[in-house]
């Protein structure tokens, strides 16, 4: 009577963890979408920006999330279909891919932790050399684009304040036609707008563009961080699900071959 008990309850809780294992591939799936999607927002929506910064760390973290979430429709797919044929190979594979995640993520949360310590002394150390030795040169366009919109996107003017680009290499060249600050500083921009640095015309916001932009990429690698290892910790549930279910089917295989 007690071994009819032992092989019901097992029954039940192998039924309970296949079950759960399906609820935990929706969330993953729903996770895995989060992280390829903030990966893929922060490399397409903000790639101007990624140009300014001495270190690629901010977007290297952004790829991982690109990565891993690839990984996660793949996975999770594999997932359903090693939960449904209950094969122990397969979930053995889904395991260490569930763990394979895990270790990426985790490392994408901890490079944007990490960055996020010493932003603040990078970009007062290059955003401004960046800016006044880079703009409108030949072969910089890029930056030239994403100060242009930097500018303009945080209602900013100059690293530090407007006064800045009069040490600038296009300020200071007949490229800029008597410009004192590029067009991009005027609040309504017009060509040559910049010749005139009265309130009324640029902007003037104390700290300049290096507390707007310090601001903008905290917060992002706060939610790159946040993304990665939330995510990493629910992929870490999963792998000690999947672990329990292959043991019970583990035991299940034992016993049946007993019993022949």
Known sequence: MSAVYKEDQEDWLTVCL???????????????????????????????????????????????????????VVTGFLGCCAVIREQ????????????????????????AYVYYQRLSDELKQHLNQTMIENYAQPGKE???????????????CGSNNFQDWTQSVYILSTQAENRVVPDSCCKTVTPICGVRDHPSNIYKVEGGCITKLEQFLADHLLIIGAVGIGVACLQLAGALLTA?????????????????
């Open 18 to 72: 296949k079950y759960l294992l399906f609820v935990f591939n929706f969330l993953f799936w729903m996770g895995g979408a989060a992280v390829l999607g903030v990966g893929v927002w922060t490399v397409v929506e903000k790639s101007d920006y990624l140009s300014l910064l001495a270190s690629s760390t901010f977007a290297v973290s952004a790829y991982i999330l690109i990565l891993a979430g690839s990984l996660v």
């Open 88 to 111: 122990r190979s397969c979930l053995s594979t889904y395991f260490f891919f569930l763990l394979l995640i895990f270790l990426i993520e985790l490392v994408a949360g901890v490079l």
């Open 142 to 156: 890029t930056i030239t684009s994403a100060v242009d919109r930097l500018q303009q996107d945080f209602k900013c």
């Open 244 to 260: 329990c279910f292959i043991y019970l089917l583990y035991k299940e295989e034992e016993e049946d071959f007993g019993a022949l």
